[in-house]
Protein backbone atom coordinates (compact mmCIF):
# COMPACT_ATOMS: atom_id res chain seq x y z
CA UNK A 1 0.00 0.00 0.00
CA UNK A 2 2.50 2.45 1.34
CA UNK A 3 4.32 1.92 -2.18
CA UNK A 4 1.53 2.52 -4.23
CA UNK A 5 1.33 5.84 -2.74
CA UNK A 6 4.80 6.45 -2.98
CA UNK A 7 5.02 5.61 -6.75
CA UNK A 8 2.20 8.02 -7.27
CA UNK A 9 2.99 10.54 -5.00
CA UNK A 10 4.29 13.27 -7.15
CA UNK A 11 4.40 16.22 -4.28
CA UNK A 12 7.78 16.81 -3.52
CA UNK A 13 8.21 17.85 -7.30
CA UNK A 14 8.26 21.81 -8.23
CA UNK A 15 5.20 23.58 -9.79
CA UNK A 16 6.66 23.56 -13.18
CA UNK A 17 7.79 20.06 -13.08
CA UNK A 18 4.34 18.76 -12.00
CA UNK A 19 2.66 21.21 -14.68
CA UNK A 20 5.48 20.02 -17.69
CA UNK A 21 4.32 16.30 -16.54
CA UNK A 22 0.86 16.78 -17.46
CA UNK A 23 0.69 18.60 -20.52
CA UNK A 24 3.46 15.98 -21.50
CA UNK A 25 1.04 13.30 -20.62
CA UNK A 26 -2.13 15.20 -22.50
CA UNK A 27 -0.17 15.56 -25.25
CA UNK A 28 1.01 11.87 -25.59
CA UNK A 29 -2.88 10.71 -24.87
CA UNK A 30 -3.80 12.46 -28.32
CA UNK A 31 -0.31 12.18 -30.54
CA UNK A 32 -1.71 9.66 -32.66
CA UNK A 33 -4.68 11.96 -33.19
CA UNK A 34 -2.83 14.70 -34.38
CA UNK A 35 -2.21 13.71 -37.86
CA UNK A 36 1.70 12.94 -37.58
CA UNK A 37 3.03 10.81 -40.64
CA UNK A 38 4.43 7.61 -40.10
CA UNK A 39 8.35 9.03 -40.09
CA UNK A 40 7.43 11.26 -37.05
CA UNK A 41 5.05 8.56 -35.04
CA UNK A 42 7.87 6.06 -35.86
CA UNK A 43 10.27 8.75 -34.04
CA UNK A 44 8.19 9.25 -30.69
CA UNK A 45 7.95 5.51 -30.42
CA UNK A 46 11.41 5.50 -30.54
CA UNK A 47 10.91 8.17 -28.07
CA UNK A 48 9.63 6.57 -25.74
CA UNK A 49 11.64 3.12 -25.61
CA UNK A 50 14.59 5.16 -25.38
CA UNK A 51 13.01 6.67 -22.67
CA UNK A 52 12.54 3.48 -20.93
CA UNK A 53 16.02 1.94 -21.67
CA UNK A 54 17.66 4.72 -20.56
CA UNK A 55 15.22 4.80 -17.12
CA UNK A 56 16.31 1.61 -16.86
CA UNK A 57 19.95 2.77 -17.07
CA UNK A 58 19.61 5.56 -14.95
CA UNK A 59 19.32 2.95 -11.75
CA UNK A 60 22.57 1.64 -11.79
CA UNK A 61 24.15 4.08 -13.67
CA UNK A 62 22.60 7.46 -12.51
CA UNK A 63 21.57 6.44 -8.96
CA UNK A 64 24.34 3.71 -8.70
CA UNK A 65 26.69 6.06 -10.22
CA UNK A 66 28.32 2.48 -12.01
CA UNK A 67 29.16 3.53 -15.37
CA UNK A 68 27.67 0.61 -17.44
CA UNK A 69 28.02 -0.04 -21.22
CA UNK A 70 27.14 -3.27 -21.72
CA UNK A 71 22.88 -2.78 -21.91
CA UNK A 72 22.71 -4.23 -25.39
CA UNK A 73 23.11 -7.73 -24.21
CA UNK A 74 19.68 -7.49 -22.48
CA UNK A 75 18.00 -5.53 -24.80
CA UNK A 76 19.16 -8.61 -27.01
CA UNK A 77 18.04 -11.54 -24.18
CA UNK A 78 14.36 -9.95 -24.30
CA UNK A 79 14.03 -9.84 -28.07
CA UNK A 80 15.56 -13.25 -28.81
CA UNK A 81 13.66 -14.63 -26.34
CA UNK A 82 10.35 -13.02 -27.75
CA UNK A 83 11.37 -13.82 -31.51
CA UNK A 84 12.41 -17.45 -30.89
CA UNK A 85 9.41 -18.13 -28.82
CA UNK A 86 7.46 -17.11 -31.28
CA UNK A 87 8.86 -18.57 -34.15
CA UNK A 88 9.80 -22.09 -32.59
CA UNK A 89 6.68 -22.87 -30.73
CA UNK A 90 4.14 -20.06 -31.15
CA UNK A 91 4.00 -18.49 -28.03
CA UNK A 92 2.41 -15.41 -27.43
CA UNK A 93 4.09 -12.37 -26.82
CA UNK A 94 2.48 -11.72 -23.48
CA UNK A 95 3.85 -15.15 -22.41
CA UNK A 96 7.42 -15.10 -23.79
CA UNK A 97 7.56 -11.16 -22.63
CA UNK A 98 7.86 -11.45 -19.18
CA UNK A 99 9.56 -15.32 -19.61
CA UNK A 100 12.08 -13.04 -21.25
CA UNK A 101 12.34 -10.89 -18.05
CA UNK A 102 13.44 -13.71 -16.11
CA UNK A 103 16.16 -14.97 -18.06
CA UNK A 104 17.95 -11.33 -18.45
CA UNK A 105 16.82 -11.54 -14.39
CA UNK A 106 18.73 -14.57 -13.98
CA UNK A 107 21.58 -14.11 -16.54
CA UNK A 108 22.08 -10.52 -14.72
CA UNK A 109 22.57 -11.89 -11.44
CA UNK A 110 25.12 -14.63 -12.61
CA UNK A 111 27.22 -12.18 -14.86
CA UNK A 112 26.72 -9.14 -12.28
CA UNK A 113 27.84 -11.57 -9.50
CA UNK A 114 31.74 -11.49 -10.62
CA UNK A 115 31.06 -7.94 -12.18
CA UNK A 116 30.49 -6.03 -8.98
CA UNK A 117 34.01 -7.16 -7.66
CA UNK A 118 35.19 -4.56 -10.05
CA UNK A 119 35.12 -0.53 -9.97
CA UNK A 120 35.42 2.30 -12.10
CA UNK A 121 37.37 1.86 -15.29
CA UNK A 122 37.52 -2.27 -14.95
CA UNK A 123 34.26 -2.44 -14.66
CA UNK A 124 32.93 0.02 -17.51
CA UNK A 125 35.42 -1.96 -20.00
CA UNK A 126 34.36 -5.52 -18.28
CA UNK A 127 30.80 -4.57 -19.19
CA UNK A 128 31.40 -3.81 -22.94
CA UNK A 129 33.32 -7.33 -23.09
CA UNK A 130 30.59 -9.03 -21.57
CA UNK A 131 28.02 -7.71 -23.95
CA UNK A 132 30.65 -8.44 -27.36
CA UNK A 133 30.82 -11.87 -26.17
CA UNK A 134 27.00 -12.12 -26.13
CA UNK A 135 26.90 -11.12 -29.23
CA UNK A 136 29.27 -12.63 -30.59
CA UNK A 137 27.98 -15.85 -29.64
CA UNK A 138 24.82 -14.85 -31.59
CA UNK A 139 26.26 -13.93 -34.58
CA UNK A 140 28.03 -17.57 -34.66
CA UNK A 141 24.90 -19.62 -33.32
CA UNK A 142 22.97 -21.37 -36.57
CA UNK A 143 20.18 -22.20 -34.06
CA UNK A 144 19.53 -19.03 -33.77
CA UNK A 145 19.76 -17.71 -37.72
CA UNK A 146 23.59 -16.28 -36.85
CA UNK A 147 24.23 -13.05 -38.15
CA UNK A 148 20.93 -13.16 -40.68
CA UNK A 149 18.76 -12.96 -37.63
CA UNK A 150 15.28 -13.88 -37.41
CA UNK A 151 12.17 -12.85 -38.96
CA UNK A 152 8.82 -13.37 -37.45
CA UNK A 153 6.03 -14.82 -38.70
CA UNK A 154 3.27 -12.46 -40.06
CA UNK A 155 -0.28 -12.96 -38.99
CA UNK A 156 -2.77 -11.97 -41.61
CA UNK A 157 -5.30 -10.16 -39.33
CA UNK A 158 -3.92 -8.05 -36.54
CA UNK A 159 -3.43 -10.70 -33.11
CA UNK A 160 -3.19 -8.74 -30.01
CA UNK A 161 -2.02 -12.12 -28.45
CA UNK A 162 0.84 -12.01 -30.56
CA UNK A 163 1.11 -7.98 -30.46
CA UNK A 164 0.58 -7.59 -34.24
CA UNK A 165 -1.23 -4.30 -35.89
CA UNK A 166 -2.50 -2.85 -38.93
CA UNK A 167 -1.23 0.69 -36.91
CA UNK A 168 1.55 2.10 -35.26
CA UNK A 169 -1.05 3.92 -33.08
CA UNK A 170 -1.45 0.57 -30.97
CA UNK A 171 2.27 0.34 -30.51
CA UNK A 172 2.15 3.80 -29.81
CA UNK A 173 -0.08 3.20 -27.08
CA UNK A 174 1.42 -0.22 -25.47
CA UNK A 175 4.47 1.40 -25.93
CA UNK A 176 3.20 4.77 -23.98
CA UNK A 177 1.82 2.78 -21.42
CA UNK A 178 4.94 0.54 -20.61
CA UNK A 179 6.81 3.94 -20.10
CA UNK A 180 4.33 5.08 -17.74
CA UNK A 181 4.88 2.33 -15.65
CA UNK A 182 8.44 2.68 -15.88
CA UNK A 183 7.67 6.31 -14.12
CA UNK A 184 5.65 5.21 -11.81
CA UNK A 185 8.52 2.35 -10.73
CA UNK A 186 11.41 5.02 -10.76
CA UNK A 187 9.11 7.77 -9.10
CA UNK A 188 8.81 4.84 -6.19
CA UNK A 189 12.44 3.75 -6.56
CA UNK A 190 14.01 6.81 -6.10
CA UNK A 191 12.53 7.27 -2.83
CA UNK A 192 12.56 3.24 -1.90
CA UNK A 193 15.76 2.07 0.61
CA UNK A 194 17.83 0.55 -2.51
CA UNK A 195 17.47 4.43 -4.38
CA UNK A 196 18.92 5.78 -1.03
CA UNK A 197 21.49 3.02 -0.26
CA UNK A 198 22.62 3.31 -4.24
CA UNK A 199 22.71 7.01 -3.73
CA UNK A 200 24.54 6.53 -0.60
CA UNK A 201 27.54 4.31 -2.93
CA UNK A 202 27.62 6.32 -5.37
CA UNK A 203 28.73 9.51 -2.63
CA UNK A 204 31.49 7.52 -0.95
CA UNK A 205 31.47 3.45 -1.15
CA UNK A 206 33.40 2.92 1.88
CA UNK A 207 31.17 5.13 4.10
CA UNK A 208 27.89 3.29 2.90
CA UNK A 209 29.76 -0.58 3.73
CA UNK A 210 30.87 0.78 7.05
CA UNK A 211 27.14 2.22 8.03
CA UNK A 212 26.64 -1.64 7.32
CA UNK A 213 25.04 -1.54 3.61
CA UNK A 214 26.23 -4.37 1.61
CA UNK A 215 27.33 -2.59 -1.42
CA UNK A 216 27.95 -5.29 -4.17
CA UNK A 217 24.50 -6.64 -3.49
CA UNK A 218 22.70 -3.48 -3.68
CA UNK A 219 24.52 -2.98 -6.72
CA UNK A 220 23.84 -6.56 -8.34
CA UNK A 221 19.79 -5.99 -7.63
CA UNK A 222 19.91 -2.48 -9.33
CA UNK A 223 21.79 -3.94 -12.12
CA UNK A 224 19.18 -6.82 -12.33
CA UNK A 225 16.10 -4.19 -12.24
CA UNK A 226 17.89 -2.33 -14.78
CA UNK A 227 18.37 -5.48 -17.23
CA UNK A 228 14.70 -6.44 -16.60
CA UNK A 229 13.85 -2.69 -17.52
CA UNK A 230 15.91 -3.47 -21.13
CA UNK A 231 14.31 -6.65 -21.75
CA UNK A 232 11.20 -5.69 -21.61
CA UNK A 233 12.15 -2.63 -24.40
CA UNK A 234 13.54 -5.47 -26.32
CA UNK A 235 10.70 -7.67 -26.54
CA UNK A 236 8.67 -4.73 -27.76
CA UNK A 237 11.68 -4.03 -30.36
CA UNK A 238 11.11 -7.72 -31.36
CA UNK A 239 7.20 -7.54 -32.27
CA UNK A 240 7.59 -3.29 -33.39
CA UNK A 241 10.19 -4.66 -35.85
CA UNK A 242 9.38 -7.98 -36.44
CA UNK A 243 13.17 -8.73 -37.47
CA UNK A 244 15.66 -9.43 -35.10
CA UNK A 245 19.99 -9.56 -35.71
CA UNK A 246 22.39 -9.32 -33.30
CA UNK A 247 23.81 -6.24 -34.84
CA UNK A 248 20.33 -4.50 -34.02
CA UNK A 249 19.56 -5.64 -31.06
CA UNK A 250 22.92 -6.00 -29.20
CA UNK A 251 25.53 -3.73 -31.09
CA UNK A 252 28.25 -2.04 -28.75
CA UNK A 253 26.72 1.19 -30.31
CA UNK A 254 23.07 0.25 -28.97
CA UNK A 255 24.59 0.19 -25.25
CA UNK A 256 26.66 3.46 -25.51
CA UNK A 257 23.39 5.33 -26.81
CA UNK A 258 21.41 3.57 -23.74
CA UNK A 259 23.53 5.37 -21.39
CA UNK A 260 24.46 8.52 -22.96
CA UNK A 261 20.55 9.40 -23.50
CA UNK A 262 20.70 9.16 -19.71
CA UNK A 263 24.01 10.92 -19.14
CA UNK A 264 23.42 13.39 -21.20
CA UNK A 265 19.79 14.15 -20.07
CA UNK A 266 21.16 13.99 -16.46
CA UNK A 267 22.44 10.92 -14.86
CA UNK A 268 20.31 10.47 -11.68
CA UNK A 269 17.29 12.85 -11.77
CA UNK A 270 13.89 11.39 -12.83
CA UNK A 271 13.42 13.35 -16.22
CA UNK A 272 17.10 13.14 -16.58
CA UNK A 273 16.42 10.21 -19.01
CA UNK A 274 13.95 10.74 -20.69
CA UNK A 275 14.82 14.71 -21.53
CA UNK A 276 17.96 13.18 -22.82
CA UNK A 277 16.12 10.87 -25.35
CA UNK A 278 13.64 13.33 -25.99
CA UNK A 279 16.68 15.43 -27.14
CA UNK A 280 18.96 12.25 -29.18
CA UNK A 281 16.08 10.39 -30.53
CA UNK A 282 14.96 13.20 -32.74
CA UNK A 283 18.29 14.83 -33.40
CA UNK A 284 19.59 12.00 -34.80
CA UNK A 285 16.55 10.39 -36.61
CA UNK A 286 15.97 13.39 -38.46
CA UNK A 287 19.72 14.61 -39.24
CA UNK A 288 20.06 10.99 -40.29
CA UNK A 289 17.37 11.81 -42.49
CA UNK A 290 18.06 15.23 -43.54
CA UNK A 291 21.57 14.97 -44.56
CA UNK A 292 21.24 11.16 -45.62
CA UNK A 293 19.38 12.07 -48.32
CA UNK A 294 22.66 14.17 -49.74
CA UNK A 295 24.72 11.90 -51.52
CA UNK A 296 28.39 13.00 -50.14
CA UNK A 297 27.57 13.92 -46.66
CA UNK A 298 27.04 10.83 -44.92
CA UNK A 299 28.50 10.42 -41.70
CA UNK A 300 27.82 14.12 -41.87
CA UNK A 301 24.62 13.66 -39.26
CA UNK A 302 27.09 11.51 -36.82
CA UNK A 303 29.99 14.12 -36.38
CA UNK A 304 27.08 16.90 -35.43
CA UNK A 305 25.96 14.15 -33.13
CA UNK A 306 29.44 13.31 -31.62
CA UNK A 307 30.83 16.76 -31.34
CA UNK A 308 27.75 17.49 -29.17
CA UNK A 309 28.30 14.85 -27.06
CA UNK A 310 31.85 16.12 -26.59
CA UNK A 311 30.52 19.59 -25.94
CA UNK A 312 28.12 18.22 -23.47
CA UNK A 313 30.39 16.28 -21.44
CA UNK A 314 32.97 19.04 -21.47
CA UNK A 315 31.19 21.36 -20.38
CA UNK A 316 28.11 20.35 -18.32
CA UNK A 317 28.95 16.89 -16.97
CA UNK A 318 25.39 16.91 -15.36
CA UNK A 319 23.81 17.20 -18.56
CA UNK A 320 20.79 19.25 -20.17
CA UNK A 321 19.01 18.75 -16.45
CA UNK A 322 21.98 20.26 -15.15
CA UNK A 323 22.07 23.20 -17.00
CA UNK A 324 18.11 23.57 -16.15
CA UNK A 325 19.05 23.35 -12.74
CA UNK A 326 21.70 26.04 -12.84
CA UNK A 327 19.24 28.57 -14.15
CA UNK A 328 16.55 27.73 -11.77
CA UNK A 329 18.99 28.72 -8.84
CA UNK A 330 19.63 32.19 -10.14
CA UNK B 1 54.69 -27.90 -35.39
CA UNK B 2 51.68 -26.49 -36.33
CA UNK B 3 51.47 -24.79 -32.93
CA UNK B 4 55.03 -23.65 -32.68
CA UNK B 5 54.00 -21.43 -35.43
CA UNK B 6 50.90 -20.21 -34.65
CA UNK B 7 53.02 -19.21 -31.17
CA UNK B 8 55.73 -17.65 -33.56
CA UNK B 9 53.14 -15.75 -35.56
CA UNK B 10 50.94 -14.91 -32.42
CA UNK B 11 54.58 -13.34 -30.84
CA UNK B 12 54.85 -11.24 -34.21
CA UNK B 13 51.33 -10.36 -33.61
CA UNK B 14 51.43 -9.23 -30.00
CA UNK B 15 54.02 -6.99 -30.68
CA UNK B 16 52.14 -4.79 -32.69
CA UNK B 17 48.90 -5.07 -30.04
CA UNK B 18 51.54 -4.63 -27.69
CA UNK B 19 52.83 -1.12 -29.16
CA UNK B 20 48.46 -0.03 -29.74
CA UNK B 21 48.23 -0.64 -25.99
CA UNK B 22 51.46 1.13 -24.95
CA UNK B 23 49.98 4.64 -25.46
CA UNK B 24 46.90 3.61 -23.74
CA UNK B 25 48.56 2.77 -20.66
CA UNK B 26 50.34 5.65 -20.67
CA UNK B 27 47.54 8.02 -20.90
CA UNK B 28 45.77 6.08 -17.98
CA UNK B 29 48.86 6.06 -15.64
CA UNK B 30 48.82 9.52 -16.00
CA UNK B 31 45.62 10.98 -15.42
CA UNK B 32 43.59 8.21 -14.99
CA UNK B 33 41.34 8.80 -18.27
CA UNK B 34 40.59 6.15 -20.50
CA UNK B 35 41.20 7.39 -23.85
CA UNK B 36 38.23 5.26 -25.84
CA UNK B 37 39.44 7.00 -29.52
CA UNK B 38 42.70 5.30 -28.97
CA UNK B 39 41.52 2.84 -31.84
CA UNK B 40 40.78 6.05 -34.20
CA UNK B 41 43.84 7.36 -33.47
CA UNK B 42 45.12 3.58 -34.83
CA UNK B 43 43.23 4.01 -38.23
CA UNK B 44 43.94 7.47 -38.53
CA UNK B 45 47.21 6.70 -38.69
CA UNK B 46 46.66 4.22 -41.51
CA UNK B 47 45.34 6.05 -43.27
CA UNK B 48 48.21 8.42 -43.02
CA UNK B 49 50.35 5.96 -44.17
CA UNK B 50 47.84 4.47 -46.93
CA UNK B 51 47.67 7.90 -48.57
CA UNK B 52 51.06 9.25 -47.97
CA UNK B 53 52.85 5.63 -49.40
CA UNK B 54 50.08 6.04 -52.31
CA UNK B 55 50.24 9.68 -53.47
CA UNK B 56 54.14 10.06 -52.85
CA UNK B 57 54.75 6.69 -54.34
CA UNK B 58 57.16 5.97 -51.61
CA UNK B 59 57.15 2.54 -49.59
CA UNK B 60 54.60 2.64 -46.63
CA UNK B 61 57.75 1.55 -44.11
CA UNK B 62 59.29 5.16 -44.67
CA UNK B 63 55.92 6.54 -44.66
CA UNK B 64 56.13 5.84 -40.63
CA UNK B 65 57.27 9.20 -39.33
CA UNK B 66 53.81 10.65 -41.16
CA UNK B 67 52.58 8.69 -39.27
CA UNK B 68 54.02 9.39 -35.86
CA UNK B 69 53.52 13.19 -36.60
CA UNK B 70 49.90 13.15 -37.32
CA UNK B 71 49.44 10.56 -34.44
CA UNK B 72 51.35 13.32 -31.79
CA UNK B 73 49.78 16.44 -33.31
CA UNK B 74 46.33 14.29 -33.31
CA UNK B 75 47.37 13.79 -29.23
CA UNK B 76 47.68 17.66 -28.39
CA UNK B 77 44.89 18.75 -30.02
CA UNK B 78 42.75 16.20 -28.81
CA UNK B 79 44.55 16.60 -25.17
CA UNK B 80 44.56 20.64 -25.19
CA UNK B 81 40.56 21.26 -26.86
CA UNK B 82 38.90 18.53 -25.21
CA UNK B 83 40.71 16.41 -22.42
CA UNK B 84 41.47 19.39 -20.45
CA UNK B 85 38.14 20.24 -19.83
CA UNK B 86 37.22 16.43 -19.28
CA UNK B 87 39.57 16.46 -16.35
CA UNK B 88 37.03 18.41 -14.76
CA UNK B 89 34.23 15.86 -14.76
CA UNK B 90 33.37 13.10 -13.24
CA UNK B 91 34.63 9.58 -14.62
CA UNK B 92 31.45 8.80 -16.67
CA UNK B 93 31.93 12.21 -18.54
CA UNK B 94 35.16 11.90 -19.44
CA UNK B 95 33.96 8.23 -20.85
CA UNK B 96 31.86 9.97 -22.80
CA UNK B 97 33.88 12.53 -23.91
CA UNK B 98 36.13 10.29 -25.50
CA UNK B 99 33.64 8.46 -27.36
CA UNK B 100 32.62 11.34 -28.52
CA UNK B 101 35.58 11.57 -29.94
CA UNK B 102 35.94 8.41 -31.37
CA UNK B 103 32.67 8.72 -33.08
CA UNK B 104 33.88 11.74 -34.76
CA UNK B 105 37.21 10.57 -36.08
CA UNK B 106 35.68 7.67 -37.49
CA UNK B 107 32.27 9.47 -39.15
CA UNK B 108 35.42 12.08 -40.30
CA UNK B 109 37.29 9.59 -41.78
CA UNK B 110 33.96 7.88 -43.36
CA UNK B 111 33.19 11.21 -44.50
CA UNK B 112 36.63 11.95 -46.01
CA UNK B 113 37.23 8.21 -47.61
CA UNK B 114 34.41 6.29 -47.81
CA UNK B 115 33.45 2.82 -46.10
CA UNK B 116 35.89 1.19 -48.64
CA UNK B 117 38.14 -1.55 -47.40
CA UNK B 118 41.88 -0.23 -48.64
CA UNK B 119 45.14 -2.04 -48.37
CA UNK B 120 48.58 -1.42 -49.37
CA UNK B 121 49.09 -3.34 -52.42
CA UNK B 122 52.48 -2.10 -53.52
CA UNK B 123 55.84 -1.67 -51.57
CA UNK B 124 59.04 -3.36 -50.80
CA UNK B 125 57.95 -6.36 -48.47
CA UNK B 126 54.70 -6.71 -49.56
CA UNK B 127 53.79 -10.30 -50.28
CA UNK B 128 57.40 -11.63 -49.67
CA UNK B 129 58.37 -14.29 -47.08
CA UNK B 130 61.09 -15.53 -45.64
CA UNK B 131 61.46 -18.53 -44.78
CA UNK B 132 63.23 -20.16 -41.80
CA UNK B 133 63.44 -23.81 -42.01
CA UNK B 134 59.28 -25.27 -41.64
CA UNK B 135 58.23 -21.75 -40.69
CA UNK B 136 57.31 -18.85 -43.03
CA UNK B 137 56.94 -15.57 -42.08
CA UNK B 138 55.46 -12.63 -43.85
CA UNK B 139 58.37 -9.84 -44.41
CA UNK B 140 55.34 -7.29 -43.29
CA UNK B 141 54.76 -8.62 -40.33
CA UNK B 142 58.18 -9.42 -39.14
CA UNK B 143 59.33 -5.81 -40.08
CA UNK B 144 56.77 -4.29 -38.14
CA UNK B 145 57.20 -7.00 -34.74
CA UNK B 146 60.63 -5.61 -34.84
CA UNK B 147 60.07 -1.83 -35.47
CA UNK B 148 57.51 -2.45 -33.07
CA UNK B 149 59.80 -3.89 -30.17
CA UNK B 150 61.99 -1.14 -31.40
CA UNK B 151 59.47 1.85 -30.57
CA UNK B 152 58.93 0.19 -27.35
CA UNK B 153 62.52 0.11 -26.28
CA UNK B 154 62.74 3.64 -27.02
CA UNK B 155 59.67 4.75 -24.97
CA UNK B 156 60.89 2.30 -21.82
CA UNK B 157 64.46 4.04 -22.03
CA UNK B 158 62.77 7.76 -22.75
CA UNK B 159 60.70 6.66 -19.61
CA UNK B 160 63.16 4.96 -17.36
CA UNK B 161 66.50 6.63 -18.39
CA UNK B 162 65.62 10.47 -18.92
CA UNK B 163 64.57 12.93 -16.46
CA UNK B 164 61.39 13.93 -18.62
CA UNK B 165 60.89 10.38 -17.91
CA UNK B 166 61.25 10.92 -14.26
CA UNK B 167 59.12 13.76 -14.17
CA UNK B 168 56.37 12.23 -16.22
CA UNK B 169 56.31 9.07 -13.85
CA UNK B 170 56.66 11.34 -10.90
CA UNK B 171 53.44 12.83 -12.32
CA UNK B 172 51.64 9.79 -12.05
CA UNK B 173 52.47 8.76 -8.72
CA UNK B 174 51.66 11.79 -7.26
CA UNK B 175 50.38 14.61 -9.21
CA UNK B 176 50.23 17.11 -5.77
CA UNK B 177 54.21 16.70 -5.28
CA UNK B 178 55.31 16.52 -8.51
CA UNK B 179 53.39 20.01 -8.89
CA UNK B 180 55.97 21.59 -5.94
CA UNK B 181 59.07 20.15 -7.24
CA UNK B 182 58.17 22.55 -10.13
CA UNK B 183 56.97 19.78 -12.66
CA UNK B 184 54.69 21.59 -14.79
CA UNK B 185 51.80 18.91 -14.63
CA UNK B 186 49.99 20.32 -17.59
CA UNK B 187 52.55 20.21 -19.62
CA UNK B 188 53.51 16.51 -18.79
CA UNK B 189 49.77 15.54 -19.56
CA UNK B 190 50.11 17.03 -23.11
CA UNK B 191 53.25 15.22 -23.23
CA UNK B 192 52.11 11.44 -22.03
CA UNK B 193 48.86 12.51 -25.18
CA UNK B 194 52.00 13.40 -27.51
CA UNK B 195 53.60 9.97 -26.80
CA UNK B 196 50.43 7.67 -26.63
CA UNK B 197 49.09 9.62 -29.88
CA UNK B 198 52.97 9.26 -31.62
CA UNK B 199 53.23 5.53 -30.72
CA UNK B 200 49.92 4.57 -31.83
CA UNK B 201 50.17 6.41 -35.46
CA UNK B 202 52.86 4.65 -35.57
CA UNK B 203 51.37 1.07 -35.16
CA UNK B 204 48.88 2.19 -37.73
CA UNK B 205 51.65 2.60 -39.88
CA UNK B 206 53.01 -0.49 -39.51
CA UNK B 207 49.56 -2.53 -39.32
CA UNK B 208 48.54 -0.93 -42.77
CA UNK B 209 51.48 -3.25 -44.32
CA UNK B 210 48.96 -6.35 -43.98
CA UNK B 211 45.89 -5.38 -42.63
CA UNK B 212 42.43 -3.46 -44.25
CA UNK B 213 42.24 -0.10 -43.71
CA UNK B 214 38.54 0.94 -42.66
CA UNK B 215 36.34 3.60 -40.74
CA UNK B 216 35.99 1.36 -38.17
CA UNK B 217 38.71 -0.37 -38.14
CA UNK B 218 39.44 1.25 -34.27
CA UNK B 219 36.57 -1.03 -32.40
CA UNK B 220 38.84 -4.18 -33.23
CA UNK B 221 41.70 -2.82 -31.72
CA UNK B 222 41.13 -0.81 -29.66
CA UNK B 223 39.22 -3.50 -27.70
CA UNK B 224 42.18 -5.89 -27.68
CA UNK B 225 44.17 -2.62 -26.41
CA UNK B 226 41.71 -2.28 -23.49
CA UNK B 227 42.31 -5.92 -22.86
CA UNK B 228 45.60 -6.30 -22.86
CA UNK B 229 46.11 -3.15 -20.81
CA UNK B 230 43.66 -4.56 -18.39
CA UNK B 231 45.59 -7.74 -18.31
CA UNK B 232 48.82 -5.86 -17.43
CA UNK B 233 47.30 -3.57 -15.12
CA UNK B 234 46.26 -0.52 -16.25
CA UNK B 235 49.32 1.85 -16.02
CA UNK B 236 51.70 -0.53 -16.19
CA UNK B 237 54.27 -0.80 -19.69
CA UNK B 238 55.55 -4.02 -18.81
CA UNK B 239 52.46 -5.04 -18.05
CA UNK B 240 51.43 -4.15 -22.09
CA UNK B 241 53.80 -5.47 -22.67
CA UNK B 242 53.58 -9.03 -22.17
CA UNK B 243 49.86 -8.81 -22.06
CA UNK B 244 49.86 -7.84 -25.70
CA UNK B 245 52.23 -10.87 -26.51
CA UNK B 246 49.92 -12.88 -24.98
CA UNK B 247 47.33 -11.81 -26.71
CA UNK B 248 48.55 -12.61 -29.86
CA UNK B 249 49.30 -15.55 -28.52
CA UNK B 250 45.61 -16.64 -27.56
CA UNK B 251 44.78 -15.10 -30.88
CA UNK B 252 46.51 -17.36 -33.11
CA UNK B 253 46.36 -20.70 -31.03
CA UNK B 254 42.64 -20.23 -30.36
CA UNK B 255 41.92 -21.40 -34.07
CA UNK B 256 44.37 -24.08 -34.15
CA UNK B 257 42.94 -25.87 -31.03
CA UNK B 258 39.69 -25.66 -32.54
CA UNK B 259 41.29 -27.02 -35.83
CA UNK B 260 43.29 -30.08 -33.79
CA UNK B 261 40.05 -31.11 -31.56
CA UNK B 262 38.32 -30.82 -35.09
CA UNK B 263 35.44 -28.94 -33.74
CA UNK B 264 33.66 -26.43 -35.79
CA UNK B 265 32.06 -24.21 -32.87
CA UNK B 266 35.67 -23.02 -31.89
CA UNK B 267 36.72 -21.91 -35.07
CA UNK B 268 38.43 -18.64 -35.87
CA UNK B 269 35.55 -16.41 -35.51
CA UNK B 270 35.66 -16.88 -31.86
CA UNK B 271 39.35 -15.82 -31.58
CA UNK B 272 38.64 -11.94 -30.20
CA UNK B 273 35.17 -13.59 -28.48
CA UNK B 274 37.87 -15.58 -26.05
CA UNK B 275 40.02 -12.54 -25.61
CA UNK B 276 37.17 -10.54 -23.99
CA UNK B 277 36.74 -13.33 -21.99
CA UNK B 278 40.24 -13.58 -20.94
CA UNK B 279 39.75 -9.99 -19.96
CA UNK B 280 36.80 -10.44 -18.13
CA UNK B 281 38.32 -13.28 -16.18
CA UNK B 282 41.71 -12.09 -15.09
CA UNK B 283 40.20 -8.84 -13.73
CA UNK B 284 37.40 -10.34 -11.73
CA UNK B 285 40.06 -12.64 -10.39
CA UNK B 286 42.99 -10.77 -10.22
CA UNK B 287 42.07 -6.80 -10.57
CA UNK B 288 45.11 -4.88 -10.57
CA UNK B 289 46.11 -6.77 -13.32
CA UNK B 290 49.04 -8.66 -13.97
CA UNK B 291 51.66 -6.36 -13.20
CA UNK B 292 49.35 -3.65 -11.88
CA UNK B 293 50.59 -0.60 -9.81
CA UNK B 294 47.50 1.85 -9.51
CA UNK B 295 43.98 0.63 -7.87
Known amino acids: METLRDAFDFRDFSKPEKVGFVIFTLFLLVFPWLGAGSFVKAVVIQFLLFSLFGMGWNTIGGYGGQVELGKAQYVGIGAYTVALAMVWWKIPFWVSMPIGVLIALGYSFIIGYPLFRLKGHYFAIATICTSLVLQDIFINWKLVGAAKGIELPIHEHPDFLYMQFKSDTYYFYFIMALFYVAIFYMNWFRKSKLGYQLRMIKEDEEAAESLGIDARWCKIKAYSIASAFVAVGGGFLAVYNLYIDPYSVMDLDLSIKIALMAMLGGAGSMWGPIIGSAFLVPLDRFLGSWLGAHKGLIGVDFMIYSALIMIVSAYQPRGIWGIIEQFRKR | ?295
Not at chain 2, 40 to 64: K, N, Q, R, V
Not at chain 2, 135 to 157: H, M, P
Not at chain 2, 214 to 240: D, E, N, Q, R, W
Open chain 2, 1 to 295: MIVLDALLQGILMGLLFALVALGLTIIFGMMDIVNFAHGEFLMIGMYTAYWTSLLLHIDPLITLPASAIVGMVLGLASYYWLVKYLLRGPMIAQLFGTFGLMLFLRYLAQFLFGIDYRIVQKGLLVGKSLTVGPFIFDWTKLSAAILSLIAFLLVYLLLHRTKLGKALRATALNREAANYMGIKTERMNALAWMIGGGTVGIAGGLIVNFWYVYPTVGLLFVMIAFASVAMGGFGSIKGAFFAGILIGMIEMLFPVFGHVIGSDFLGPHFKFTLVYFAYFVIVVFRPQGLFGWKH
